[in-house]
């Protein structure tokens, strides 16, 4: 049995890289249940590399990540969403949303079933029976979180899951990731280069950043954003998060730079 409030991810001491190249290390972290974790960094700093370790995709060159183990029926540590959707072309979308139910021992009826309960969570219920490409960009990601929340995973990782949607339907998916993450069990963690993202739907940011230029990557600081969810850029409290953040990748403009 788990403790209901034992972190569902562990971190110590990881060191990740390819081959002789090392680019991130002393990576520790701990992730609570259904606690939003969003890490941001500088391009190529690491995040994907991070959290596909944390996914199992890749193993530490050194320290462990541990991930608890699930514990409702027929249900996965973790699943992941990716910046495209990766759907299936001749499956329907409820098909593509069974798709990572296959191998959990389900019948083919308790697959359907359990497909449609994402679905309607992602407001796609409607559309079950349609084929991907008469989908828009949004309706297609909506359908790749529906197929990565059918598992019931402890853990959803997100990899810029929005970024390749226009500004619009970004927004939309923001707010209704607000809603969904309330309405499920899972914890998030979230990879963007969006800070203001960041600062809109996570409960904490972690930021990565090199402490020397050449040095691997390391956890600069974690920032709670202690804002009320369903959060709004113009709120007071955003900006102030968003800018401490953007000083520590190193975004902010200097003084001299905003004068100039
Ligand atoms: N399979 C691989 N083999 C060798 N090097 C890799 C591999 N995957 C990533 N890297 C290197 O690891 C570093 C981190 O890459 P990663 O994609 O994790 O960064 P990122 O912070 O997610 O970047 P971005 O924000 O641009 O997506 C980069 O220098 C990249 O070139």
Redesign the pocket.
């Known amino acids: 049995m788990n403790d209901a409030s034992a972190p569902v991810l562990t971190a110590r001491g990881v060191r990740l890289g ?1 081959a002789d ?1 090392v ?1 991130l290390d002393d990576i520790d972290l701990e992730v609570a249940p259904r606690e939003f974790v969003a890490m941001v ?1 500088a ?8 959290l596909r370790a944390f996914a199992g995709l890749l193993a530490p060159q050194r320290g462990d990540v541990h991930l608890s183990t699930a514990e409702a029926s027929a249900s996965r540590d973790c699943s992941m969403v990716f910046q495209a959707p990766r759907l299936f072309p001749w499956r329907r979308v409820r098909a593509n949303v069974e798709l990572g139910l296959e191998g959990l021992g389900l019948s083919r009826d308790e697959r359907r079933t359990r497909a449609m309960e994402p679905l309607s969570l992602v407001g796609l219920e409607e559309l079950a029976e349609r084929w991907p490409r008469t989908l828009s960009g949004g309706q297609q990601q909506r359908v790749g979180i529906a197929r990565a929340l059918a598992v019931r995973p402890r853990v959803l990782f997100m990899d ?1 899951p929005f970024s390749a949607l226009d500004a619009l339907t970004r927004q939309r998916l923001q707010s209704e990731l607000t809603e969904l993450r309330q309405r499920s069990d899972a914890a998030i963690v979230f ?1 963007t ?1 969006d800070i203001e993202e960041a600062v809109l739907l996570a409960d904490r940011v972690v930021v990565l950043a090199k402490p020397d230029k050449g040095a691997p990557a390391t956890v600069r600081d974690i920032v709670t954003i202690d804002l009320p969810l369903a959060r709004r850029r113009e709120q007071s409290g955003f900006r102030d998060h968003v800018q401490r953040l953007e000083q520590h990748i190193g975004v902010a403009a200097t003084p001299e730079e905003t004068t100039s």
Request: net charge negative; charged share 20%; glycine share 20%.
């Open positions: 390819f190249d680019v960094g391009s190529g700093v690491g995040k994907s590399t991070l810029e990879v280069h």
